[in-house]
């Protein structure tokens, strides 16, 4: 893979995982404009690896926002409030003294319950907890890949049922959360609406097929009954979050992550009570499942 890696790229310099999920990037400056070579170079190893890191990358928010729009247009972030003056990026923060759970801490796709879900999230590193904060990934389409013959047979034209409702809705987690957050979270109706989309969605870039689904916003399957839903979807939360497939990325202070949301679920974990944790992100617009 690293050889593989070495004669793919001529700009940038890509250090994969050993499995080829996940990989860091370097060779650039995303605080100025890409050139178009490079910007190809970044999409390609984005495609290939799905979850890529950029060390040593001190953006200011605006060149944040500069080099999102070079991946593509932002996409729309529901139910927290974003950062004044910057309405494309959330400012992820936890204080020391804070005691509700930290935010994402359930394996999700971002927004897989909008129409159009983001394509990519890119989020970066402002101050990193010395303990705990790492955020895992799992690779949902070799978890496709190793579910049996049969088992893709009986998955393939299954649509999944997704909402908000869980988290951001009337009854969800965040309308009775007690205690104090710093992040200004939006409990609303709207999140209670639900949609469906392909249980095994197609990759618009590489062609392979993934699991999409995600226990934090996948509610059902559309024709089954809530028992068989509820069997079927713990089945594949377990088979695609086991460490076969599960990359943990461990984050360093000014470090751009940007993961691929339409073949990856992520899980931020905890573990720094008592530490300041704060992330800067955005998201690009994605398009309908397939």
């Known amino acids: 893979m690293l050889a593989e890696a070495a004669r793919d790229y001529r700009i940038i310099s890509v250090r994969p995982e050993p499995s080829g999920f996940g990989a860091e990037i370097t060779g650039v400056d995303l605080a100025r404009p890409l050139a178009p070579e490079a910007l190809a170079e970044v999409k390609a190893a984005w495609a290939r690896h799905a979850v890529v ?3 040593d990358q001190p953006l200011t928010l605006d060149e944040l926002e500069a080099f999102t729009q070079q991946i593509g247009p932002f996409g729309e972030d ?9 309405p494309n990026v959330l400012e992820l923060r936890r204080e020391p003294d804070e005691k509700a759970t930290n935010f994402g801490a ?36 070799r978890a ?64 392979r097929r993934a699991l999409y689904v995600s226990p ?13 839903s509820q069997a079927l979807l713990g089945f594949l939360f377990k088979h695609m979050t086991q460490d076969a497939f599960v990359y943990r990325h461990r984050w360093r202070a000014g470090m751009v992550l940007m993961w691929d949301n339409r073949c990856t679920a992520h899980f931020a974990e905890g573990g720094y009570d008592g ?4 992330m800067h992100r955005t998201t690009v617009a994605g398009e309908r499942p397939v």
């Open 216 to 228: 934090v916003y996948t509610t059902g399957v559309e024709g089954l009954t809530v028992e068989e």
């Open 53 to 55: 890191a950029f060390p």
């Open 78 to 86: 529901p139910f927290i409030k974003p950062m004044p003056g910057h």
């Open 106 to 141: 359930g394996w999700h796709s971002d927004w897989s319950f909008q129409p159009e879900p983001p394509a990519a999230t890119i989020l970066r590193s402002e101050v990193v907890p010395p303990v705990g904060g790492d955020t895992l990934f799992c690779d949902a389409a």
């Open 275 to 278: 530490h300041l944790r704060v």
């Open 144 to 207: 496709w890949e190793a579910l049996s013959p049969t088992m893709q047979r009986m998955l393939e034209g299954l649509r999944a049922v997704h909402s908000a409702t869980r988290a951001y809705g009337t009854r969800g987690v965040f309308a009775r959360e007690t205690e104090k957050r710093t992040m200004e979270i939006i409990v609303s109706p709207d999140a209670d609406r639900s949609l469906t989309h392909p249980l095994v969605r197609t990759h618009p870039v590489t062609g």
